[in-house]
Nanobody, 121 residues
Framework: QVRVVESGGGLVQAGGSLRLSCAAS????????LGWFRQAPGKEREFVAH????????YYADSVKGRFTISRDNAKNTMYLQMNSLKPEDTAVYYC??????????????WGQGTQVTVSS
């Protein structure tokens, strides 16, 4: 069992940066695939990025590639999402997710409550 809690959201102007954190509890955290998803008002939840258990493999949605960086620190049981060059269309609730499978797709087993990111123009 893994529990994940997001933090770091807030209000930022377009072009600015934020770093989200995802703190996890659970003995198997270091073996889990971790991902970030987001949901904007009136839209479905969408994939943002994921990172493999070792941190050696990452994958990004085209909409954030080159602007966002996902990373993890297994010693601290924490995952990060560094978001640069933010745009108003990045406004959403951002969710952290964890899954024991290597490629969980969108069906992660464990989800956080979300943290709001608002980008003003």
């Amino acid at each position: 069992q893994v529990r994940v809690v997001e933090s770091g959201g807030g209000l930022v102007q377009a072009g600015g940066s934020l770093r989200l954190s995802c703190a996890a509890s659970g003995r198997s955290f270091s073996t889990y695939t971790l991902g970030w998803f987001r949901q904007a008002p009136g839209k479905e939840r969408e994939f943002v990025a994921h990172v493999s258990w070792s941190g050696g493999s990452t994958y990004y949605a085209d909409s954030v590639k080159g602007r966002f960086t996902i990373s993890r620190d297994n010693a601290k049981n924490t995952m990060y999402l560094q978001m640069n060059s933010l745009k108003p269309e990045d406004t959403a609730v951002y969710y952290c997710a964890a899954d024991p499978r290597k490629v969980p797709g969108s069906r992660y087993a464990y989800w956080g409550q979300g943290t709001q990111v608002t980008v003003s123009s």
